[in-house]
C-alpha cells in the first residue's frame, strides 16, 4: 500500500509540474473514469428519502376510475 502512495504521490507532483505527456486516449480514460466513480460514490452516499416513483402524481384521477370498469365488464 506504502507502494502505491508513493508512486501517486511522484505522479501528483509531476503532473502539477507539467513534466508528464499524456496521450489523448489517456486522459479521456482517466476522466471517463473519474467521472464514473464520482456518480457511483453519489448513488451510493445519497438517502432515499423518499422512495422511487414513477408517473406524476398529480391526482388528477377519480377514486372511481378503475370500478368503472368492471361493471361494464358484467354487462
Do not use: Q, R, S
Not at 496521450?23 to 466513480?37: C, D, G, M, N, Y
Not at 422511487?52 to 376510475?65: A, K, L, M, Q, R
Amino acid at each position: 500500500m506504502e507502494i502505491v502512495k508513493t508512486k501517486c504521490d511522484e505522479w501528483k507532483e509531476k503532473m502539477l509540474d507539467g513534466e508528464i505527456k499524456m496521450e489523448k486516449t489517456t486522459f479521456w480514460l482517466l476522466l471517463a473514469v473519474i467521472l464514473l466513480a464520482g456518480i457511483l460514490y453519489g448513488l451510493l452516499t445519497a438517502p432515499m428519502t423518499h422512495g422511487v416513483t414513477i408517473g406524476c402524481n398529480n391526482n388528477c384521477v377519480p377514486e372511481d376510475f378503475f370500478d368503472g370498469d368492471e361493471d361494464e365488464d358484467e354487462d
